[in-house]
């Protein structure tokens, strides 16, 4: 109930391409979902974020895409760089608090 | 940068001993969450404190131990350290609102039990 399971593992891209990372939920309770980057040696950094009253929502090259119905959703980057190669985190928590984090993905942009 | 401090950054104990950590929150901020991330995985929650008082547990053993201070730092404490303990710890600032502020993460401290 309370897992967030993510898929790939890791990813490799070429640069300008698009990244996709997918997450999906069991805990219907979730109402925040939220993804991180992680550059090595430093904390999570909050990227983007979403709550369940709408579908998509884009912030620069990055979209978050969210199925309900489903309860999926993921992450794209477009145009990928070489200095988003980091590690990506999606969580989802009730209440923007007590998060529950995925397994994260590590991305690789080759130029 | 997010305005979260912790000290240390790194910090290497033998097993059986006991480590506190240190987390300074953002400005404004009245909640603290802590967070222990092992190498590869995601973080998994420790517990939160809120007005000085612990406001939710994860699965983690009660060796596992936390304070908030009136200026809404915060401290871990680990007792009886395990060779599993190894990890980064993360603490998270954020503000209880209704809208549901986000939290702020620093930059962790690296524990390495010998």
């Known amino acids: 109930q309370q897992q967030v399971k993510q898929s790939p593992q890791s990813l490799i891209v070429q640069k300008g391409g698009i990244s996709i990372i997918n997450c999906a939920y069991e805990?219907?309770?979730?109402?925040?979902f939220p993804w991180y980057q992680q550059f090595p040696g430093k904390g999570p950094a909050l990227l983007i974020a979403?709550?369940?009253?709408?579908s998509e929502k884009k912030e620069g090259r990055f979209t978050i895409s969210f199925n309900k119905s489903a309860k999926q959703f993921s992450l794209h980057i477009m145009d990928s760089q070489p200095g988003d190669s980091a590690t990506y985190f999606c969580?989802?928590?009730?209440?923007?608090?007590?998060?529950?984090f995925g397994t994260g993905t590590r991305l690789q942009v080759f130029p | 940068e997010t305005g979260v401090t912790q000290s240390p950054t790194h910090l290497i104990k033998t097993r059986g001993q006991q480590v506190t950590l240190r987390c300074s929150s953002q400005?404004?901020?009245?909640?603290v969450s802590w967070y222990q991330q092992a190498l590869g995985q995601g973080p998994q929650f420790i517990f939160q404190?809120?007005?000085?008082?612990?406001?939710g547990r994860g699965n983690f053993p009660p060796r596992f131990s936390g304070l908030q201070f009136p200026n809404y730092s915060s401290e871990l404490n680990v007792n009886a350290l395990e060779l599993d303990d190894s990890a980064l710890y993360l603490c998270?600032?954020?503000?209880?609102?209704?809208?549901?502020?986000?939290?702020?993460f620093g930059p962790g401290t690296r524990l390495l039990v010998l």
């Open positions: 969580a989802a928590s009730r209440d923007t608090d007590k998060l529950i």
């Open positions: 998270a600032s954020s503000h209880i609102t209704r809208l549901g502020e986000t939290q702020y």
């Open positions: 400005s404004g901020h009245n909640t």
């Open positions: 404190y809120y007005r000085e008082e612990e406001n």
């Open positions: 979403i709550r369940p009253d709408v």
């Open positions: 805990n219907t309770a979730f109402d925040y």
